[in-house]
């Protein structure tokens, strides 16, 4: 077989999987209750309710996604995203993100460079039955360097999941392969550039985040409720959490 019907044939499989795809748009929405919520290795907050949403259509996807803390001094979050995950395993998306507290007076609507709060994220990769590995880079909005230009910060992050007595678990790690980007929050006197969870505090490779997840369902008669437990570190900041959740899922 020459190499020009090896990638024709590759094509075909894959416009033939695309075409068992849903001939419909679905929606699905989820609500977690968390004892805390951990990003990356990192702790952004204590508890906190997390809705989400999601809308797909063979494949393409958007969708919303937010944290809102007990403690009102913490800050919110509102994710939007946009994708594409392939019948075969790839999925490709753009995520845009916003915190509270970052930017002047928590301006949403303001995307002007070395102002905004917004941080845009391209992420790609590849999963299966055997685990996920995903890459995520910031292209735009608040990550810098210390002379204004954009960091790119980057993460990778490797999942294996494996089911034991019951349970279905999944082995985590995720590095920082350089160095990260600062980010910039805003004062009513002036802005600060300083490292941020959100842009990992590294000053060049390290492993942020070693985790493994526990999840199994709990079954109340009339719903199947999942629950997690989750053990968190970061072996480049020498921390360590746990944390747990509730999902309540609507299809």
């Known amino acids: 077989m020459s190499k020009k019907q090896y990638l024709l044939g590759i094509i075909t499989l894959a416009f033939s999987q695309l075409a068992f795809a849903q001939d419909k748009p679905e929606a699905s929405l989820q609500v977690d209750l ?3 919520y951990m990003w990356r290795g990192q ?4 508890a ?20 809102m803390p007990f403690d009102n001094s913490e800050s919110d979050e509102i994710d939007l995203s946009i994708g594409y995950r392939a019948p075969f ?3 490709i998306g753009v995520t845009d993100y916003w915190n509270s507290g970052v930017a002047y007076k928590d301006i949403y609507m303001g995307y002007k460079k070395q102002q905004t709060a ?11 039955k055997y685990g996920s590995l995903q890459a995520y880079t910031y292209f735009l909005g608040n990550d810098y360097k210390l002379d204004g230009k954009q960091a790119f910060s980057t993460y990778i992050e490797l999942g294996i999941p494996f ?16 160095k990260s980007g600062y980010s910039m929050r805003w004062s009513d006197e002036y802005a600060l550039y300083y490292y941020d969870a959100l842009n990992y505090d590294t ?15 709990l079954s109340l008669g009339f719903a199947k409720l999942p629950i997690f437990v989750e053990v968190h570190t970061n072996p480049y900041l020498q921390t360590a959490n746990i944390m747990a ?5 609507a299809f």
Not at 43 to 46: A, I, R
Not at 118 to 128: A, D, L, S, V
Not at 203 to 217: D, I, N, S, V, Y
Not at 245 to 249: D, H, L, M, Q, T
Request: proline share 3%; hydrophobic share 40%.
């Open 203 to 217: 000053e060049g490779f390290a492993c942020t985040m070693a985790a493994l997840r526990a999840e199994k369902e």
């Open 34 to 36: 968390v004892s805390r």
């Open 89 to 91: 395993g790839l999925n």
């Open 43 to 46: 702790q952004l907050s204590g």
């Open 48 to 67: 906190a309710l997390q809705p989400g949403a999601e809308l797909s259509w063979k494949g393409a996807y958007v969708g919303v996604w937010g944290s």
């Open 118 to 128: 917004h941080q845009f994220e391209g992420n790609i990769g590849y999963t299966c």
């Open 245 to 249: 959740g509730i999902s309540f899922k």
């Open 163 to 178: 089911s034991l007595g019951g349970v279905d678990f999944t082995a985590m790690a995720g590095v920082v392969p350089f």
